[in-house]
């Protein structure tokens, strides 16, 4: 039998687990339960519950040795002592109480009942007019189908959601996060309700961690005016998927040369800001396939200028 040396997250007494076994134990030093998948300990429970991811990427996103680390982490997270640092991290956290639950619930019943009045009267005015006008009679419809779509789609709170917070004693705290652990180079991905904290990352990064600045123009409509943004989203090597963080808005512009210039220099100071909370540079990926210009014309334009290629170079490079 081959035995994996591994730490407990709760007590960091170091263990033996058996290779390919899948079973639960419990730390002979601390009592925590443990979830052994016969290679990765994909939970721990002490007297809150810790779940690592349970996967073929479990390497690549999560590091053996820090799950300790982790546990730390995630319980003063829960008690409102620590969140996640730097530029381009988010957290938030609330509590949800059963007053909310109930409250939120009779306001979905009640939009459902007047949606179904509202397309009740949609469908006696289509029927009445179907038979002269038969392409105005589905545009009465279309409408009050929009608003029994929103009023039937995903609500808020479901049952489930008030009988657990009469469980948890009346409310519950949830939250989540994405971003670097406060005096480490660790980036995490989490989200926790109550006393459950899942982890879907928790990595030391070195050249495994880039941030992809995806570069995109909207002309707007009626109600809304043009955008001009670069969406950010976060990527861990070889994680399944990539992560959502938040848009860098500017001005709106023809990515000339002096535009340019002055996004990267917006950037530059996001990610000296980022240096200053971690102590290391981050890649940054600039794509422009959803710009104002074909990305080629773009690259062109970055390519046949000095400043602007080197800068463009740091910021790949992350140096």
Known sequence: MVDIELVCPACSEELLLPKNEPNAYECPECDAGLVWNGEHLTATKIDRTFLFVNGTEYDTV??????????????????????????????????????????????????????????????????????QAGFVGCLCLAPSMLIMAIAFGPQNYKSTDLEFAQNAGGSYGVGEGSGFVPETTIYTRYSWKNDTFTFRAFKQIDNNFVFKLQHSYSSGGDNSSPRQRYHVSSILSGAVQEEYVQSIHTRIHQCEKEDLLEDFNLILGIR??????????????????????????????????????EIWKRLEEGN
């Open 62 to 131: 999560f590091d053996t040795k820090n799950l300790a680390i982790a546990v730390d982490f995630a319980n003063e997270v829960m008690d409102g002592k620590a969140s996640v640092i730097g530029e381009l991290s988010k957290s938030s956290s609330s509590t949800v109480s059963q007053k909310n639950i109930a409250e939120s619930m009779e306001f979905d019943r009640g939009f459902q009942n007047v949606a179904i009045v509202i397309f009740v009267i949609s469908l006696l005015g289509f029927l009445s007019i179907v038979g």
């Open 272 to 309: 000296e800001k980022l240096y200053e909370s971690i102590g290391m540079y981050i890649p940054f990926k600039i794509e422009y396939d959803w710009s104002v210009k074909r990305a080629s014309k773009i690259m062109k334009t970055i390519n046949n200028d000095a400043q602007l290629a």
